[in-house]
């Protein structure tokens, strides 16, 4: 699965709680993405970082924000979750050109109570 | 605003028959197109790019073509089997960066 752990893969959490999800990738790979799936509305893209401490606001930023500190880890980061963010969450590595297709996480299943 | 439309949200077929998914876009141009599979519970699986030069790609029994006039691309998979059960999702590039934007994804089911 191209050397990418998303941890945890399952989370349940209260409203109102701050929630960080982790991406971790093997393969020195510079840009990386976070995801959200829901029924109806496929994968839209959250925020991205091209490089260390280097990020960029996706489609639907709102209420989330990221850090990339080391190559290797993109942390997203919920600072008061809303029943509104339960949803399945995919990392993904790759992509900024066609010779680059993505290589996704297999996801972090996020209930907000 | 962009919009990336997929036919269907579910696909029935035969096996053996040629499943044919369709992808729709609106105020893009789009210099290539992706598509993935995604199995439940698993993370999407690049199966296959094309290019805005390219009017068709071929890899085993997949077939992808892409036209920039009618805005759309087409994803064939003949003979298929129930293995080729899955949802299919394309994926197009935006913004300075190539950031990959998803359509909602087609559902397909191939019974025996």
């Known amino acids: 699965d191209a050397g990418i752990t998303q941890s945890p893969r399952h989370k349940v959490t209260e409203t109102g709680t701050p929630v960080t999800l982790r991406c971790h990738q093997t393969e020195n790979h510079r840009y990386m993405y976070w995801y959200r799936q829901d029924p109806g509305h496929g994968l839209r893209l959250i925020h991205y970082s091209y490089g260390v401490k280097d990020t960029d606001k996706g489609e639907v930023s709102d209420g989330y924000s990221v850090s990339r500190s080391k190559t290797e880890d993109f942390l997203l980061t919920l600072e008061s979750a809303t029943s509104s963010q339960t949803s399945v969450y995919f990392c993904?590595?790759?992509?900024?050109?066609?010779?680059?297709?993505?290589?996704f996480g297999n996801g972090t299943r996020l209930t907000v109570t | 605003s962009q919009k990336i439309e997929q036919n269907s949200e579910a696909l029935n077929i035969q096996e053996g028959k040629t499943a044919t998914l369709t992808c729709n876009y609106t105020?893009?141009?789009?210099?290539?197109l992706q598509w993935y599979r995604q199995d439940p519970g698993r993370g999407p699986v690049f199966l296959l790019l094309?290019?805005?030069?390219?009017k068709e790609k071929r890899k085993e029994r997949l077939k992808v073509t892409f036209d920039t006039t009618l805005k759309q691309s087409l994803f064939h998979i003949t003979a298929s089997q129930p293995a080729d059960s899955a949802t299919y999702l394309c994926?197009?590039?935006?913004?300075?960066?190539?950031?990959?934007?998803f359509g909602a994804g087609t559902r397909l089911t191939v019974k025996p």
């Open positions: 994926a197009l590039p935006w913004g300075a960066r190539d950031d990959m934007r």
């Open positions: 094309i290019r805005e030069n390219e």
């Open positions: 105020n893009y141009s789009p210099a290539y």
């Open positions: 993904a590595i790759g992509g900024s050109s066609y010779n680059s297709p993505l290589h």
